[in-house]
């Protein structure tokens, strides 16, 4: 099993980039697929999810109405869109997928995910001012 990211990159404030993931070794059937952040010094977060069993999508409060999550079955890739980018959005971005992935939600932001199985290495995402 693999995850590979990229599309990472340096952009400057309000300006978009998109991460790709490229998955091999499973089909995304009945896995949870989730992005997750960790900036420098900082632990690392969940920004981004579809859930394995419905296909809901959950982001995080600090990117909601931002990024768009999405996944190709056929191609077995997922993807993060990241819009009007801001220097807190600098980190490095992990793709995961796990079948037993589980989320906590508040008030229809995503909070923690659990139950990741497979990770990618991570790609550098820097946005300056």
């Known amino acids: 099993v693999q995850l590979v990211e990229s599309g990472g990159g340096l952009v400057q404030a309000g300006e978009s980039l998109t991460l790709s993931c490229a998955a091999s070794?499973?089909?995304?059937?009945?896995?949870?697929l989730a992005w997750f952040r960790q900036a420098p010094g900082e632990e690392r977060e969940a920004v981004a999810i579809i859930s394995g069993r419905d296909g809901r999508k959950l982001y995080s409060k600090s990117v909601k109405g931002r990024f768009i999550m999405s996944s190709d079955t056929d191609a077995n890739m997922i993807y993060l869109l990241l819009r009007n980018l801001k220097p807190d959005d600098t980190a490095v971005y992990y793709c995961a997928a796990g079948m037993r992935g589980e989320m906590r939600v508040l008030d229809g932001d995503l909070l923690k995910v659990y139950g990741m199985d497979f990770w990618g290495h991570g790609v550098e995402v820097t946005v300056s001012t």
């Open positions: 070794g499973f089909t995304f059937h009945g896995y949870a």
